[in-house]
């Protein structure tokens, strides 16, 4: 069985985008609390890129693999 690689730069962009709307606006994606993602789970992530981005941080999150992020915090 493969082991699927973390692609480096979604994971970058975890750490420097900022939330760009919202309760948590220019919050870091990496710093948005679980619940906050899991509203919009429940409620259905946005179009694009940032959805993308955002259910990213929440599997990570939920898995426990947020030390995955460490290393890239500046």
């Known amino acids: 069985m493969e082991m699927m690689q973390p692609n480096p730069e979604i994971l970058q962009q975890l750490v420097v985008m900022k939330m760009p709307f919202g309760k948590y606006k220019d919050v870091l994606l990496c710093d948005l609390p679980v619940n906050y993602l899991e509203w919009f789970q429940r ?23 947020t030390g995955l992020l460490t290393p890239l915090k500046r």
């Open 43 to 65: 409620k259905g992530f946005p179009q694009g890129k940032l959805g993308m981005l955002l259910e990213t941080m929440l599997v990570i999150k939920m898995n426990g693999l």
